[in-house]
């Protein structure tokens, strides 16, 4: 399973972004998939996560700002970013869990909010 990102870029603050992840591959595999990032000096975090089934969960900071959503069909997840805040400037990577236990990582996107 290969992961691809795409949609960052820059932003001025209560700006939005949406970023999507095209999954290839043995998609069938793909179980849970997330939205992690990391910021400069600062340990990667979880932003938000979907299963399988489509119920999701977010991190406190990004609540009532963020939506997580997957389209099976097409083999993507996305991350819809409204009001951006410049502490949401980081790497943004998509993460997919396998059904067999491997953890797959895409090569993460930019995402940059001007203040």
């Known amino acids: 399973v290969q992961l691809m990102e795409s949609g960052g870029g820059l932003v001025q603050t209560g700006g939005s972004l949406r970023l999507s992840c095209a999954a290839s591959?043995?998609?069938?595999?793909?179980?849970?998939m997330a939205w992690f990032r990391q910021a400069p000096g600062k340990q990667r975090e979880l932003v938000a996560g979907?299963?399988?089934?489509?119920?999701?969960t977010y991190q406190d900071s990004v609540k009532s700002r963020f939506t997580i959503t997957r389209d099976d069909a097409v083999n993507t997840l996305y991350l819809q970013m409204n009001r951006l805040e410049p502490d949401d400037t980081s790497v943004y990577f998509c993460?997919?869990?396998?059904?067999?236990?491997?953890?797959?990582w895409g090569q993460g996107t930019q995402v940059t909010v001007s203040s």
């Open positions: 993460h997919a869990k396998l059904y067999w236990g491997f953890d797959i």
């Open positions: 591959g043995a998609t069938f595999a793909i179980d849970d």
């Open positions: 979907i299963t399988r089934t489509g119920s999701p």
